[in-house]
């Protein structure tokens, strides 16, 4: 995406806080709305499409925790896009998700962190370590007005590297 052909197009974590401008769009489709409003519109519609398509067979499953985790690791994207020019992170915070309101998402992206963070490391350009760092440091602060942070927002980095913590 660009304003212009002459310009470089955005890499595609923009999208993230692209689609975010229309929340309005998504929390007409809020079975309440206007009497209650969802905390992260975008986020809340996408899992109500997921839930009501698909199913897996399997009864080991968790389709809310395996949401909340691959949510959170899109979130992860924006920080790992660097700037051409100067070689520095291009965006300093994460994009949003359900995952920050939802309580029940904790358990499940520190046990992911836990067991799978050597794997996931690789997928990012930067160092993972930096990344979930400056997801601790800034997620707070993507909270909306209405509603509370009760999810996952901080211990990303603890719990991908426990023994990074140990050394304080």
């Known amino acids: 995406m660009r304003r212009s052909l002459y310009e470089e ?20 489709q809020y079975e309440s709305y206007p009497n209650s409003r969802w905390c992260d519109p975008v986020a809340s519609y996408i899992k109500v499409l997921f839930d009501r398509k698909i199913h897996i067979d399997d009864y080991l499953w968790d ?12 979130s992860l994207l924006p920080l790992d896009i660097v700037d051409k020019n100067t070689g520095t992170p291009a965006i300093g915070h994460p994009s949003s998700g359900l995952f920050i309101y939802i309580s029940d998402s904790i358990p499940a992206i520190r046990r992911f962190l836990k067991n799978e963070s050597g794997w996931v490391a690789k997928i990012f350009y930067r160092p993972f370590e930096e990344i979930l760092k400056k997801f ?15 999810g996952f927002v901080s ?7 426990p023994e990074k913590n140990e050394n304080r």
């Open 9 to 28: 197009p955005y890499p595609i974590a923009y999208s993230l806080f692209f689609i975010r401008r229309a929340g309005e769009v998504f929390q007409t």
């Open 63 to 74: 389709k809310d925790a395996n949401f909340y985790i691959r949510e959170f690791l899109l």
């Open 136 to 150: 601790d440091e800034t997620a707070k602060r993507l909270v909306s007005g209405l509603c509370w942070a009760n």
């Open 155 to 161: 211990g990303a980095l603890e719990a991908a590297f």
